[in-house]
């Protein structure tokens, strides 16, 4: 009976430890993500190098496509950008393939999948870059749209997978 109930609590045991092992990583990806920039209040991670200069100058073009929304708060956001599949899993979990998830309210990082910095460009699947207007610039700033509708409306927006995908994703 003992050995039962100790199958039981493993069981039990595995799949919290393992959502919470997941929820941290999603809290805390620094470690996974060497090279970082910051221009205001964004901040950019990247598993790959990048020229500084150019990130730099994609961040201010997000923060002024966010500031273009009655939404904008000014808090501080980050964007990390997984290029290697092996991040891509950890980090996108189920939504693995989209070209950016954001887990607001769990944590207020958005992570882009692989992606062409220097060239502000959001890399496809197959490596082949998006299609203009859909730049880097365009999901960073489209995946912390969704942080300012969270911050906006508070756990209201926690039904949000109520609305249809056009609303949610428009």
Not at 137 to 144: D, K, M, P, R, S
């Given at each position: 009976?003992?050995?039962?109930?100790?199958?039981?609590?493993?069981?039990?045991?595995?799949?919290?430890?393992?959502?919470?092992?997941?929820?941290?990583?999603?809290?805390?990806p620094r470690p996974?993500?060497?090279?970082?920039?910051?221009?205001?209040?964004?901040?950019?991670?990247?598993?790959?190098?990048?020229?500084?200069?150019?990130?730099?100058?994609?961040?201010?073009?997000?923060?002024?496509?966010?500031?273009?929304?009655?939404?904008?708060?000014?808090?501080?956001?980050?964007?990390?950008?997984?290029?290697?599949?092996?991040?891509?899993?950890?980090?996108?979990?189920?939504?693995?393939?989209?070209?950016?998830?954001?887990?607001?309210?769990?944590?207020?990082?958005?992570?882009l999948r692989q992606?062409?910095?220097?060239?502000?460009?959001?890399?496809?699947?197959?490596?082949?870059?998006?299609?203009?207007?859909?730049?880097?610039?365009?999901?960073?700033?489209?995946?912390?749209?969704?942080?300012?509708?969270?911050?906006?409306?508070?756990?209201?927006?926690?039904?949000?997978?109520?609305?249809?995908?056009?609303?949610?994703?428009?």
């Open positions: 009976m003992r050995r039962g109930w100790r199958i039981a609590a493993v069981v039990a045991v595995v799949p919290v430890a393992l959502a919470a092992t997941i929820g941290v990583t999603l809290a805390y996974f993500f060497s090279y970082s920039v910051t221009e205001g209040r964004l901040t950019l991670y990247s598993d790959a190098p990048f020229d500084r200069g150019k990130a730099r100058t994609i961040l201010e073009r997000v923060d002024a496509r966010l500031k273009t929304s009655p939404l904008d708060d000014g808090a501080a956001d980050a964007i990390y950008v997984a290029n290697a599949r092996w991040r891509q899993r950890l980090f996108f979990n189920i939504a693995y393939g989209a070209g950016g998830v954001n887990f607001y309210p769990w944590t207020l990082n958005v992570f992606s062409n910095i220097d060239k502000d460009e959001l890399l496809r699947p197959n490596g082949i870059p998006a299609e203009y207007p859909r730049t880097f610039t365009y999901y960073a700033a489209h995946e912390i749209g969704h942080s300012l509708t969270g911050r906006h409306l508070g756990f209201a927006h926690l039904w949000n997978w109520r609305l249809p995908q056009w609303i949610r994703e428009g």
